[in-house]
């Protein structure tokens, strides 16, 4: 059974650094696209950024360019997203989701999701 | 960057059918995506690559995509399909993942 589990949202504040992470198992995690996807409260979803299987790819969505960096450690089966210089507007759910075999997209597991509030 | 637009909403009786529309500039040319978000639960694909549906998910929900326009289509409703659904495509021209507003589906 695939699971993916987040961790690591807490309540910062405005200017703050956070690193959340998400535990695969259940699937060789090295065969595939990861990514970062927002949800805030009340909201859509918004894609935030994907990462290949080795690592060697990254995207971003426009909204988190320069600011949060994603990265994975194979070894431990471990998606992050390093978030920096945090604004309100950051405040969101954030899921992370498996990619299918061989493609970037679509997403075909989903974590529960850590929520990150970025509060004063 | 690339725009999906998603009506806020669509209300159905039970037992009738639901099309939830996606639009998009020539979204015909690109595969959508579409997942079901129920309220307090992680979102879930329900059709990939314009028409197909992942294992578990019922023949109810079919998808179609033609020049402008992608369409799921829900057929016998039922309540437990009230949910939120959203579509997503992949813009090629800006590496991103896009997702549409959303649309929430009410059973009547």
């Known amino acids: 059974e695939v699971r993916l589990v987040e961790s690591g949202g807490v309540v910062i504040q405005p200017g703050g650094s956070l690193r959340l992470s998400c535990e695969a198992s259940?699937?060789?995690?090295?065969?595939?696209?990861m990514h970062w996807v927002r949800q805030a409260p009340g909201k859509g979803l918004e894609w935030v950024s994907l990462i290949s299987w080795d690592g060697g790819v990254t995207y971003y969505a426009d909204s988190v360019k320069d600011q949060f960096t994603i990265s994975r450690d194979n070894s431990k089966n471990s998606l992050y997203l390093q978030m920096s210089s945090l604004r309100f507007e950051d405040t969101a759910l954030y899921y992370c989701?498996?990619?299918?075999?061989?493609?970037?997209?679509?997403?075909?597991?989903w974590g529960q999701g850590t929520l990150v509030t970025v509060s004063s | 960057s690339y725009v999906l637009t998603q009506p806020p909403s669509v209300s159905v009786a039970p037992g009738k059918t639901a099309r939830i529309i996606c639009g998009g500039k020539?979204?015909?040319?690109?595969?959508v995506h579409w997942y079901q978000q129920k309220p307090g639960q992680a979102p879930v694909l329900v059709i990939s690559?314009?028409?197909d549906r992942p294992t578990g998910i019922p023949e109810r929900f079919s998808g179609s995509n033609s020049e402008n326009t992608a369409t799921l289509t829900i057929s016998r409703v039922e309540a437990g399909d009230e949910a939120d659904y959203y579509c997503?495509?992949?813009?090629?021209?800006?590496?991103?993942?896009?997702f549409g507003g959303g649309t929430k589906l009410t059973v009547l």
């Open positions: 997503q495509v992949w813009d090629g021209s800006s590496y991103q993942v896009v």
């Open positions: 259940g699937f060789t995690f090295d065969d595939y696209t």
């Open positions: 690559y314009d028409s």
């Open positions: 989701a498996k990619g299918v075999r061989g493609s970037y997209y679509p997403f075909d597991h």
């Open positions: 020539n979204i015909g040319s690109k595969s």
